[in-house]
């Protein structure tokens, strides 16, 4: 069995650092690509073929929504679980609206959020 790819996009390095060890509790054998800009990140996206994307919504020059509407429009349907601060249920209900997010979660990311989204 094939390794998970996984892609990390948070403009917070930090963000990215702490999620790639949780990784490395429940995904040790995971190819992790960590990305502070979102705007590489989505030009990766096709490249690197993810089995799921930890995308944060809130960052500068490309935010999370027009990173899932690039997704859209670029007919990329990866995985994504949405991973935030921020406590918004008007949030929560537009992440749920793009047809490719699988969970929504806040940080940090809950281990059982983590394990259903590798599932």
């Known amino acids: 069995m094939n390794p998970k790819r996984i ?9 990215n650092f702490i999620l790639r060890k949780l990784l490395s509790k429940h995904a040790a054998q995971a190819d992790v690509h960590d990305f502070t800009a979102p705007e590489k990140a989505i030009e990766d996206v096709a490249r690197l073929n993810p089995d799921v994307i930890f995308l944060d919504l ?3 020059v490309l935010d999370g929504w027009a990173f899932l509407d690039q997704m859209q429009e670029r ?5 994504v679980v949405v991973v935030t601060s921020s406590t918004s249920e008007v949030d929560r209900s537009r992440a749920l609206t793009y047809p490719n997010v699988r969970h929504y979660c806040s940080k940090p990311v ?8 590798l599932g």
Do not use: F, S, W
């Open 75 to 79: 007919q990329l349907g990866h995985a």
């Open 58 to 60: 809130n960052m500068p």
């Open 110 to 117: 809950p281990a059982e959020a983590l394990q259903q989204a």
């Open 7 to 15: 892609m990390l996009v948070d403009d917070q390095q930090i963000a």
